[in-house]
């Protein structure tokens, strides 16, 4: 018999480490080669880690709660075999693995200033491009008590000590005179006002996925300027054409026909219009991004929320998008999603309507600068244009509203954008091919 390091694999570009949320099987089991033995979390995604080896698990080396880095070993098996060869077999897993981390960490910590740690903390390499970031020193991080492993910091640590920054004990200066009050710096939040539960109310803690859903949301109202222009939309078009052809598709392919190839479809077409609006901003330059690649917000069964993308979806037919959509949803709903699925995304849409809301202001995801928020399609009286005049008649309207970010994107790109999605709606054709 020979022993086998089940080690964290890779789980995309900028993944580093992983939370343990519960292992499948306890020490003395047996599994099978491709089983699930242990789900995990990360920042971006829920996912199981499978076994590569069928065996015997003897030890347990990452317990629950506990973080573990990418090519770190999480469980010890017993396999069959010679241990020189497990042996070898294990240094051939944990050399790419290696290699992995050091090409994530590399640019992670280019992207941050050149102030450098001590070796007298452990710092990962998230913990530490924070600290370097907040600018934190490390007398300032000796004195930050640690949750994790041995004591040492996590990210939920040194995010807890920069949002307390701000309300600990300034050192004393001389007096000085008399001035205008300062103005708050946009990139810093106020410390939070103390609340106070009365009696019978409920508190419930946030789950892992809404504290990340919370850091993201503040952080991307703090970096973009959010301006959002809106326009009401005939679809009633689309709304024939998709009565005529969901029976046939769902019959030919197995799968349903929703309003979200076409809106996809036509925010793509609208895109390659108006490139600028598919980039991202890193310090004074402007990436123009040459994938286009859609995030689709997706409520999930708990209440929390996901994007998975669509990658170049400007590639895909009507049919393919279909597939696709529902493909990602699905996963997305059953939490099988992989951290790559949620990753890459240069432009969003969110479909407020399908919780019969007519419209909303969303929330730029950074690093993109503009989202597109679908309304609910509710049937009203219209005045049409016809050869003999204005007529009323009934038509299928819908709202969308575009938020950009007004550092690059200006009113007249974000409204033009929009008008283009709007025309590509109301002229959509009926004898368009599925």
Known sequence: MAEYKLLLPSMGEGVMEATIITWLFNEGDDVKEDDSVVEIATDKVDSDVPTPVSGKIVKILKQKDEVAKVGEAIAILEIEGEGGNAASEEVKAEAPAAEILNTIEQPLQSAVSTQEFSGDLYLSPLVKSIAQQENISESELKSVKGSGLEGRITKEDILAYVGNR??????????????????????????????????????????????????????????????????????????????????????????????????????????????????????????????????????????????????????????????????????????????????????????????????????????????????????KPAVLETADGDVIAIRNLMFMSHSYDHRVVDGSLGGMMLKHVHDYLENWDLNTEI
């Open 166 to 379: 701000g309300s600990q004990p300034a050192p004393q200066a001389a007096p000085a005179q008399p001035s205008a009050p300062a103005v708050q710096s946009v990139a810093t939040a106020a410390p939070a006002a103390t609340i106070t539960a009365s009696a019978g109310d409920e508190i419930i803690p946030m789950d892992r996925m809404r504290k990340i859903i919370a850091e993201n949301m503040v952080k991307a109202k703090q970096t973009a300027p959010h301006v959002t222009s809106f326009i009401e939309t005939d679809v009633t078009n689309v709304v024939k054409w998709r009565n005529k052809n969901k029976a046939l598709f769902e019959k030919r392919d197995g799968e349903k026909l929703t309003f979200m190839p076409i809106f996809v479809k036509a925010v793509v077409k609208a895109i390659q219009d108006f490139p600028m609006i598919n980039v991202s901003i890193n310090g004074d330059n402007i990436i123009k991004k040459k994938n286009i690649n859609i995030g689709m917000a997706t409520a999930l069964p708990d209440g929390n929320l996901i994007v998975p993308v669509i990658k170049n979806a400007d590639q895909l037919s009507l049919s393919g998008l279909a597939k696709a959509i529902n493909d990602l949803a699905y996963r997305a709903r059953n939490k099988k999603l992989r951290p790559e699925d949620t990753q890459g995304a240069t432009y969003t849409i969110s479909n407020v309507g399908s919780f019969g809301n007519l419209m909303g202001t969303p929330i730029i995801p950074q690093p993109q600068v503009a989202i597109l928020a679908i309304g609910a399609i509710v049937k």
